[in-house]
């Protein structure tokens, strides 16, 4: 077969073979699954997109702008809960690991597409309560829901409690999937040494989900019923502790950070190697880090508390270990870098947000070394600075690799080329557009000024005004990727089965794949991203 031809074959595909609403709202095809999470989580995108302009457009000015005090705390509230809970934990693994997953493994579906399908609704449940109460009261506790506060707040806390609370269920399910459908439905010749690493950094991720998501379920349904029973858990009031609080949330929280960076970290080895024509350098060594970076987050919680009363030596050694998380980082820029060197660099928008990914993780993960260190940290908490950090390591880095992963996949997802010119132009504007709106904020907290304030003083106005202007040119460019993504369903041209010319396990199925995945049995027999020999993969 020509697989320059196979993706224009008449045969069905998962798209067309059914198009009723039925089919989509009740199938178990993991392809539909991972697309219905795509819509799901790019709402969630556009709607804390919004609740971070409005912040924005308030500090454009030294004194109140747009709102006032209460409300400004419910926006940031709203933009925080928005991002982490409904956006950056599910996007990777539930959008692009449920489409791709099994296509990578050479299997037909995942282990459990029953309860695949209930992952999307339960995810659906927990978001509609989550928006009630953004939209009933909203809360204006932070993200983190600190104690005591949060147990006394007037706000509507309980139902956004609940609704995060019901969205872990959805991510505990998706793990358990992905973990056995990785050990079960494997193809022939599929051994572990020639797992893709988009698949080990998922099952990594799987493995903090399974492990960690019951704590936060737990320590949220505490907070709750203190609000609504009065007992006395994290309130000192009433003889509960607060710090214990701290300690149960990061226990979860800090490893969540991983289920949204190892996931992009996955993307973007599977985006380098088709980029540069190369096999990944060091593929054992990407593969033991993305297991240390599992392992060593579940035991460096404490770095987030140097100044909640911990004893000195208990925060040398959460700073030791958070710092050990830095050298896993390390090796896997090193081998990204290394794959590169002397590759066949092919610079098209997929590999454009990959090095924008590769800035902002080697930036933001210095500022968090120092942050690690307790006498800084203790300068720097609760400042702008912090903001920056977390934007530029964690927001910066899951946006750069789920926008790569989105232009990688977006011809084997729906058949469609996307306008090259104007992605490339959306690209350098969003990744300019970051560091615009973010590099200003490490200044200002190195000033002193501290988050979550709506207020600050005069001379700290045109730092803020040019943060605000580059979070503009953020959503000029988002703005325009959703234009020709959209335009590009109905007028793109018909994808061939692999325009990339990618040697990645994926594409070896047709584009968009049928509704079984592959028309007979694929076998694996090259190493992944195999570029030394010329013949094009056979498509299954």
Not at 73 to 78: E, K
Not at 83 to 102: D, E, Q, R
Request: charged share 10%.
């Amino acid at each position: 077969m020509n697989p320059s031809t196979a993706g224009s074959l008449a045969e069905p595909d998962y798209l067309n073979h059914e198009t009723t609403v039925r089919s989509w709202l009740l199938t178990r095809d993991h392809k539909r699954i991972g697309v219905m999470f795509l819509v799901l989580v790019l709402f969630a995108l556009l709607l804390g997109g919004v609740f971070a302009m409005l912040l924005r457009i308030e500090l454009l000015t030294p004194g109140p702008t747009i709102m006032g005090p209460m409300t400004y705390n419910r926006v940031f509230t709203l933009h925080g809960v928005t991002m982490v809970w409904l956006f950056m934990i599910p996007a990777i693994p539930s959008a692009f690991g449920n489409f791709v997953l099994p296509l990578m493994l050479g299997a037909k579906e995942v282990a459990f597409p029953r309860l695949n399908l209930a992952s999307v609704y339960i995810y659906a449940a927990g978001a509609a309560l989550t928006l009630f109460g953004m939209v009933w009261s909203g809360a204006d506790t932070g993200w983190t829901f600190y104690t005591p506060y949060s147990t006394t707040s007037p706000t509507a806390v309980t139902p956004i409690l609940l609704g995060v609370f019901i969205i872990g269920f959805s991510t505990i399910i998706t793990g358990l999937n992905f973990i056995t459908t990785t050990h079960t439905l494997r193809a022939p010749g599929m051994h572990w040494s020639r797992i893709p690493l988009f698949v080990w950094a998922i099952y990594g991720t799987s493995v903090i989900q399974v492990v960690a998501t019951p704590v936060l379920a737990m320590v949220l349904v505490l907070v709750a019923l203190e609000r609504v029973a009065g007992v006395g858990i994290f309130d000192p009031s009433r003889g509960g502790d607060p710090v214990l609080f701290q300690h149960m949330f990061w226990f979860y929280s800090h490893p969540a950070v991983y289920i949204m960076v190892l996931p992009a970290m996955g993307v973007i080895t599977e985006v380098v190697c088709a980029f540069s024509r190369k096999n990944i350098f060091g593929y054992r060594m990407i593969a033991a880090s993305t297991f240390g970076i599992a392992f060593v987050g579940f035991f460096s919680w404490g770095h987030h508390m140097f100044v909640s009363g911990q004893s000195t030596f208990g925060s040398g050694i959460f700073g030791v270990l958070s710092m050990l998380v830095a050298i896993f980082t390390a090796i896997k820029i090193f081998n990204w870098v290394a794959t590169m060197y002397g590759g066949a660099i092919d610079l098209k928008v997929p590999l454009l947000y990959v090095l924008g990914f590769i800035f902002l993780l080697t930036f933001g993960g210095m500022t968090g070394v120092a942050v690690a260190t307790t006498s800084l940290d203790v300068h720097w908490h609760d400042t702008y600075f912090i903001v920056a950090h977390f934007h530029y390591i964690m927001v910066g880095s899951v946006l750069m690799a789920f926008l790569a992963a989105l232009h990688y996949w977006w011809p084997k997802m729906f058949g469609r080329l996307f306008p090259e010119r104007w992605a490339f132009v959306a690209a350098c504007t969003i990744i300019f557009g970051f560091i615009v709106t973010f590099l200003p904020q490490f200044l200002l907290g190195n000033m002193g000024m501290p988050r979550r304030y709506y207020q600050y003083p005069s001379e700290m106005q045109w730092l803020n005004v040019l943060s605000t202007a580059g979070a503009s040119l953020l959503a000029f460019g988002f703005g325009l990727i959703g234009i020709y993504l959209l335009w590009s369903l109905r007028y793109g041209k018909e994808s061939p089965a692999n325009p990339w010319g990618s040697r990645g396990y994926e594409w070896f199925s047709a584009s968009p794949p049928g509704p079984h995945n592959f028309r007979e049995p694929p076998r694996f027999e090259r190493e992944v991203h195999d570029y030394t020999v010329s013949e094009a993969p056979h498509v299954y």
